[in-house]
């Protein structure tokens, strides 16, 4: 099946029909005729498969290809690092979320810790009774949390770590220091989880 296209106009004015052939059988040979590519890959077919390239178009292609390669390089360079920030981020959440867990666990026992310490120094806890197998469980327990106490006589005030609840003005004091210890404070690593109550010498 051919297509008719008016021409251009002949030296008497009429128009001259312009024949394409758009049969996909070849009628000579009777093979199927290859469509043009569209594009680039038809440029590249029509032009045919020995194109040789300039000494200046050549240095330009490899410039590119260079760049092209740099920067896909750096790309893959900067998603690396930020995979590795937030591998990061996310295992020091982990490990401060399971650090308030604990801390918030341990806090709502203090109370207990505190009747127990009472007991003992009352003299209510006989050694190897239940109560003092107890409390030495439930300190060795916390002790594996890494729970340690907070206070002691003679250390120096630390606003940060202790809560004055009075202050004794002493002779011969030249700093404020922890004269007694009325309720242990509590820290779990770094975390502070409740501030010692302590009476502080302080210089008169």
Same mark, same amino acid.
Request: proline letters at 6%; hydrophobic letters at 40%.
């Given at each position: ?44 077919? *029509? $032009?045919?498969?020995?194109?040789? +390239?300039?000494?200046? @178009?050549?240095?330009?292609? %490899?410039?590119?290809?260079? !760049? /092209? ?33 604990? *801390? $918030?666990?341990?806090?709502?026992? +203090?109370?207990?810790? @505190?009747?127990?310490?009472? %007991?003992?120094?009352?003299? !209510? /806890? ?79």
């Amino acid at each position: 099946m051919t297509a008719h296209d008016t021409g251009p106009t002949g030296p008497e004015g009429s128009e001259e029909p312009v024949i394409r052939d758009k049969r996909k059988i070849d009628p000579e040979t009777g093979e199927a005729r290859q469509e043009p590519a569209e594009g680039v890959e038809g440029l590249i077919q *029509a $032009e045919g498969p020995d194109v040789e +390239l300039s000494d200046e @178009d050549a240095a330009l292609l %490899a410039d590119a290809e260079r !760049d /092209l390669v740099g920067e896909y390089r750096e790309r893959a360079a900067r998603a690396e690092a930020e995979l590795k920030n937030f591998r990061t981020r996310v295992e020091r959440d982990r490990v401060a979320n399971r650090e308030a867990v604990i *801390a $918030e666990v341990i806090r709502t026992l +203090l109370p207990a810790i @505190d009747d127990l310490d009472r %007991a003992e120094s009352h003299g !209510d /806890l006989t050694e190897g009774g239940p109560l003092a197998i107890v409390a030495q469980k439930l300190r060795a327990g916390f002790e594996r949390y890494g729970l340690r106490r907070v206070g002691e006589v003679g250390e120096s005030f630390d606003p940060k770590a202790h809560e004055a609840i009075v202050q004794l003005p002493t002779a011969g004091v030249t700093v404020n220091t922890v004269a007694e210890v009325i309720e242990p404070g509590y820290a779990l690593g770094e975390r502070l989880i409740r501030a010692a109550k302590v009476a502080v010498s302080v210089p008169e």
